[in-house]
T-cell receptor
Framework: RKEVEQDPGPFNVPEGATVAFNCTYS??????FFWYRQDCRKEPKLLMS???SGNEDGRFTAQLNRASQYISLLIRDSKLSDSATYLC???????????FGAGTRLAVHP | DVKVTQSSRYLVKRTGEKVFLECVQD?????MFWYRQDPGLGLRLIYF???????EKGDIPEGYSVSREKKERFSLILESASTNQTSMYLC?????????FGPGTRLTVT
């Protein structure tokens, strides 16, 4: 079983739609959680951290459910520029490394 | 702006050749990382370094070695390239949680 699992997609949505991705992780001792974004043929970049209480950054909302070991990302009012692959990332407690999911691809169309 | 640069965007090498991939960062980060990214597998950590001359194995170190002689530079070495090392190689620097990636080197081993 992969340590971090994501639905690869693609999620094809029209502009203005709301879309949500989930991600599950297997290590219950995971301490830190993130969403990274990777545009086609580009490097990954940190989109946002995910906090236990949930957090929002503009149109993006991230949630963490420790009991069920999943993380979610909600994108409201999708833009064409949101088209990318979204990587779910966790860091287990006591580890100095990040563990990346394989990513969920989002395609926003006009 | 953080800048992480990699020596080549595209590289083609023959089986058995020794390959050097270089990475330079300009943010005085202690930590530097080498990943490979393959479709469906996501980013997998090869090696990382938390200080000059210090290195730690990641999840898939076999067939690779690294060198960190200066803080800003982290090199990945393929001692004898094999076709299963054909991949996208990404270097990153930063903290345990927030990593800044270089543009990647697409290596093809024929």
């Amino acid at each position: 079983r992969k340590e971090v699992e994501q639905d690869p997609g693609p999620f094809n949505v029209p502009e203005g739609a709301t879309v949500a991705f989930n991600c599950t992780y297997s290590n219950s001792a995971s301490q830190s959680f993130f969403w990274y974004r990777q545009d086609c043929r580009k490097e990954p970049k940190l989109l946002m951290s995910v906090y236990s209480s949930g957090n929002e950054d503009g149109r993006f909302t991230a949630q963490l459910n420790r009991a069920s070991q999943y993380i979610s990302l909600l994108i409201r009012d999708s833009k064409l520029s949101d088209s990318a692959t979204y990587l779910c990332v966790v860091r287990p407690r006591g580890y100095n490394k990040l563990i990346f999911g394989a990513g969920t691809r989002l395609a926003v169309h006009p | 702006d953080v800048k992480v640069t990699q020596s080549s965007r595209y590289l083609v090498k023959r089986t058995g050749e020794k390959v050097f991939l270089e990475c330079v960062q300009d943010m005085d980060h202690e930590n530097m990382f080498w990943y490979r990214q393959d479709p469906g597998l996501g980013l997998r950590l090869i090696y990382f370094s938390y200080d000059v001359k210090m290195k730690e194995k990641g999840d898939i170190p076999e067939g690779y070695s690294v060198s960190r002689e200066k803080k800003e530079r982290f090199s990945l070495i393929l001692e004898s390239a094999s076709t299963n090392q054909t991949s996208m190689y990404l270097c990153a620097s930063g903290s345990r949680d927030e990593q800044y990636f270089g543009p990647g080197t697409r290596l093809t081993v024929t």
